[in-house]
């Protein structure tokens, strides 16, 4: 793989991440990619549970090599004292603080974001969590599920005569990830608008910018990508119901299956689209239906569309569909696999996989960095790391001697 030159748009940047499984590792994920140092705090006993999830290598997930890449792994145990100050030291010196504990549990270890605040006025937290750091749910767990649930993402999701289904991966979490990302780099710009950096002084010498919490939850993550849902209902009492692989409301757009057994997505919901589609498919009665012409008009009559379309759909291969289709310039995909993306053509000229090798020699293939950036691109400098990989040379930048890191591992606490 060829490596950036560019040392990323974030470098210099210091991230303290506290969390676990995906929401918050995802978040600083994304930020380690273009340049930011990562120091993730892990349990001595066994670390982040997601190095144990899904397909593993030698004992550790290969989702880990994705999650964690360019992270530093420290391990220390925040319920000692000595633990929660090596901590305490790493968050003053962090421009961001990413962490996903249920509220309350970093005020416990004197972590807290107001904590923070009174010694470093610049502090930026994020805190992504089930419910928010306030309201009547706020100490109740929530995974991305309950998100996705609440949020109203599982509602509409799957065939209205059947219950709703979940998305095969873990969307509320990484959503509010994303969320996460953009919450520090706003409030990041805010703290170098009214200040920069805190100098590590108090007092008349203090200089420091101002800081703030931002503030996750899952559910509200989700429930800001439900679209027109709430003045729908609101306005005229409409209730967005479950309405398998189709769009709703805007016709047509749905998933068809080919005569050879493929899926395929075809969107011929824009007017002139739609007359193209029905033209292309020997259906001159329906591209000249002045009823049809407009998206209010076809909504009614979306069964006999659908039929129509899937009618069609079965004389054909997925191959002569697409060709078909793209000629008439009709938005139209196959639905991929991972076997489809990695020998596809698209993916392939946009160079979207990365090939690494474990320490072992093994080649493994990585998911490349986006969005891309023209001039500051992200990379990948190293998979996941270790298990405390990084932990000596973290203590050391904090002044730790090798006698003192001993006696830390030796008492546990590393």
Not at 3 to 8: A, C, D
Not at 80 to 85: N, V
Request: hydrophobic residues 40%.
């Amino acid at each position: 793989m060829t490596k950036s030159t560019s040392p990323g748009p974030l470098a210099g940047i210091k991230v303290l991440e506290l969390g676990t499984l995906i929401a918050g590792p995802f978040c600083s994920r994304m930020l380690a990619e273009f340049g930011a140092e990562v120091i993730k705090i892990e349990s001595p006993d066994g670390g982040d549970p997601i190095r144990q999830w899904r397909v593993l290598k030698d004992g550790t997930s290969l989702w880990w090599s994705v999650q964690a890449r360019n992270k530093k792994s420290l391990t220390l145990n925040l319920k000692d004292p000595r633990g929660q100050q090596i901590a305490k030291k790493l968050a003053l010196e962090a421009d961001i603080i990413i962490e996903n504990y249920r509220p309350g549990v970093l005020e416990k270890w004197s972590l807290g974001y107001e904590q923070l605040k009174a010694e470093n006025p610049a502090t930026i937290m994020v805190r992504l969590s089930g419910f928010g750091q306030t309201g009547p749910l706020k100490d109740q767990p929530g995974f991305g599920a309950i998100g996705e649930s609440m949020g109203g993402m599982r509602y509409v999701s799957g065939f209205p005569d059947r219950p709703p289904l979940r998305i095969g991966i873990s969307i509320g979490d990484s959503v509010a990830a994303m969320h996460g990302v953009i919450g520090a780099m706003m409030a990041l710009r805010h703290r170098d608008t009214t200040g920069g950096r805190w100098n590590g002084k108090s007092g008349d010498e203090q200089i420091a910018g101002q800081g703030q919490m931002v503030d996750v939850a899952l559910y509200e993550a989700v429930f800001n990508m439900m679209e027109s849902l709430v003045p729908e209902y609101d306005y005229a009492g409409v209730v967005r119901e479950r309405t398998g692989g189709a769009l709703p409301g805007i016709v047509p757009s749905n998933t068809y299956t080919t005569g050879d057994g493929e899926n395929i997505v075809i969107a011929g919901n824009g007017d002139a689209i739609f007359k193209r589609l029905m033209l292309a498919m020997g259906r001159d009665d329906l591209a000249n239906d002045a009823q049809l012409a407009r998206n209010d008009g076809r909504v009614p009559r979306t069964a006999e569309i659908d039929e129509a379309i899937q009618d069609w759909c079965a004389t054909q291969t997925i191959v002569s569909a697409m060709e078909i289709l793209q000629a008439a310039d009709v938005p139209v995909g196959k639905i991929y696999s991972v076997r489809d993306m990695m020998t596809d053509p698209q993916f392939l000229a946009r160079k979207m996989f990365e090939q690494h090798t474990f320490a072992d020699g093994t080649p493994i293939k990585l998911p490349a960095i986006t969005p891309k950036l023209s001039e500051t691109p992200g990379e990948t400098k190293w998979l996941g790391p270790a298990l405390g990989e990084h932990t000596d040379d973290v203590l050391k930048t904090l002044g730790y001697d090798e006698a003192g890191i001993a006696e830390l591992r030796r008492d546990g606490v590393v």
